[in-house]
């Protein structure tokens, strides 16, 4: 079968070196058509600028996500301070309105009037307010704190050399650091 005889696809030599001769052959294209290797660096420029634009987009959005997961966290922590302190407050608020009904139990245990259920009653109030939080304070023979201490009554006295409380009025209570009331003392103290 000869060359003019065979119907088949045409295969084209594209090497750049003549395979019989081993000349460098010159590329056969029209005059005026683009280059292919120009068209392939212009190619490849542009990809590389697209791939600039999207690791500069990614960089952008990357920092714009950290931002609001670093803000996100700040409104988290600033949610549960507020609703600890909103907590503390109100637990605060009933402790303090409870105050007088510990006064009124204490009186009547000095009194000797604290016996049957009023007695149960007393002591379970008592231990669940000591179970919430609040601390009483105010004993004779602390040094006297002006933090924590309402003076009523003020007497002078060789015997001490500091300002102290001989005698207490009223007991002080605090609830989480904070004084919902100060204990109401007699202080002795040089002169």
Do not use: C, W
Not at 83 to 93: M, S
Not at 110 to 117: D, P, V, Y
Not at 142 to 149: K, M, R, S, T
């Amino acid at each position: 079968m000869t060359e003019e005889e065979f119907q088949g696809p045409r295969v084209t030599d594209r090497r750049r070196v003549d395979p019989d001769s081993g000349e460098v052959r010159q590329p056969s294209q029209p005059a005026g058509a683009p280059d292919p290797l120009l068209e392939e660096a212009v190619e490849a420029a542009l990809v590389e600028a697209e791939v600039s634009e999207a690791e500069h987009k990614l960089a952008e959005l990357t920092a714009d996500l950290q931002r609001v997961h670093a803000e996100y966290a700040n409104y988290r922590k600033r949610v549960e301070r507020d609703r600890e302190l909103i907590k503390t407050n109100a637990i605060g608020g009933v402790l303090g309105e409870l105050l007088s009904a510990l006064d009124d139990i204490d009186r009547a245990r000095q009194h000797g009037e604290l016996e049957g259920a009023f007695k149960s009653v007393g002591e379970s109030l008592e231990s669940t307010v000591t179970r919430l939080g609040l601390e009483r304070f105010g004993d004779a023979g602390e040094a006297f704190d002006p933090n924590i201490h309402e003076a009523l009554t003020h007497e002078a006295s060789d015997e001490v050399s500091e300002p102290t409380v001989v005698a207490v009025y009223q007991p002080g209570y605090r609830y989480s650091d904070r004084v919902l009331r100060p204990a109401r003392v007699a202080v002795a103290g040089d002169q």
